[in-house]
T-cell receptor
């Protein structure tokens, strides 16, 4: 059974700092992995999707990496801004399934 | 439509009443999912629809919960005899049959049972 863990649960950083959010999963036979952002009281916004054959994806100040063999993904945020404050969720789609399994998220606060 | 649309955005109901939550997926997306997010918890899978196939209802927490999808498009999640523990955000997502492209989520319905 796939389990997804995100560490840390919460993170507070000063504006401008580069930061890394971690996601680990127990079953390395994945189809793809998706990073989402959730603002308080809102739905989920897709940030990056990495296929199992890829090692990283980039969008603006965001870079997501994938290491299937070690069951890890990281989301790198460069030059953080207060507007980046949100909860970041990692979701894994295991091969042969159709349901994403979600981590419990990292709550990020970027201080001005 | 341009995105996944959910209604209502907020619902307050009395314990014991029935509620209906609606999801309108992205046009062309054949797969539709319902998830539940309780306070401080991760997303919990509820049900999955794919085209005309029988839905995967394995995540529904009790027989008070049911869902249907009419014409392969709009879906309704119904909770009968609501309980306080049903209070949560109910999120709907849709995708192409090939989840190669990932999910797109709606903005959710916040249900509060008082």
């Amino acid at each position: 059974k796939q389990e997804v863990t995100q560490i840390p649960a919460a993170l507070s950083v000063p504006e401008g700092e580069n930061l890394v959010l971690n996601c680990s999963f127990t079953d390395s036979a994945i189809y793809n992995l998706q990073w989402f952002r959730q603002d308080p009281g809102k739905g989920l916004t897709s940030l990056l999707l990495i296929q199992s054959s890829q090692r990283e994806q980039t969008s603006g100040r965001l870079n997501a990496s994938l290491d299937k063999s070690s069951g890890r993904s990281t989301l790198y945020i460069a030059a953080s801004q207060p507007g980046d404050s949100a909860t970041y969720l990692c979701a894994v789609l295991t091969s042969g399934t159709y349901k994403y399994i979600f981590g419990t998220g990292t709550r990020l606060k970027v201080l001005a | 439509g341009a995105g996944v649309s959910q209604s209502p955005s907020n619902k307050v109901t009395e314990k014991g009443k029935d509620v209906e939550l609606r999801c309108d997926p992205i046009s062309g997306h054949t797969a539709l999912y319902w998830y539940r997010q309780s306070l401080g918890q991760g997303l919990e899978f509820l049900i999955y629809f794919q085209g005309n196939s029988a839905p995967d209802k394995s995540g529904l927490p009790s027989d008070r919960f049911s869902a249907e999808r009419t014409g392969g498009s709009v879906s309704t999640l119904t909770i009968q005899r609501t309980q306080q523990e049903d209070s949560a955000v109910y999120l709907c997502a849709s995708s192409f049959e090939d989840t190669n492209y990932g999910y797109t989520f709606g903005s959710g319905t916040r249900l509060t049972v008082v």
